[in-house]
């Protein structure tokens, strides 16, 4: 990790990751009470959907916080850097989930358009739209270690 910037913005910046931790905790719990009330079971499997990538994002964000106070050592939650090894195991099977899930995105994106007659009818045209946004970020996520893979070799 990189510390040539000034331990003032570092503190400044490891203090809003715990407060956002704090302020989600309380959302996390708020939702889980909502979602255990619900009899409608098509509007507890999205708010479900909710308190999992909140949860997710809960998780990532004290693991950000703990990088950034330095609890998880220095080269905690930095850039990927490969040695030529890991880059020879990582390379090709990054590149083909890349294209699998590029796939996956534009077939979804069919499957959407193809469900809009049923958009106020049932939750099946939403659920597919989410699995699309899911998908465009798993192209991101490899994109990125497919960016400093090609960077470093």
Known sequence: MTR?????????????????????????????????????????????????DEERHHALMARIAAAARGDLGEDALSAPDLSADELDRLLPPTEQFLE???????????????????????????????????????VRILEYLHHHMRTTQ
């Open 4 to 52: 040539r910037l000034s331990p003032e913005w570092w503190a400044e910046i490891s203090h809003e990751f715990q407060a956002h931790v704090r302020e989600e905790a309380q959302f996390l719990h708020a939702y889980r009470e909502l979602a255990d009330g619900i009899a409608d079971e098509g509007v507890r499997l999205l708010i479900e959907l909710i308190v999992d």
């Open 100 to 138: 699998a899930e590029r796939e996956d995105r534009r077939r979804l994106q069919e499957l959407a358009r193809t469900l809009r007659p049923l958009q106020d009818e049932n939750l099946w045209p939403l659920l597919v739209e989410l699995m699309e946004m899911d998908t465009r970020k798993h």
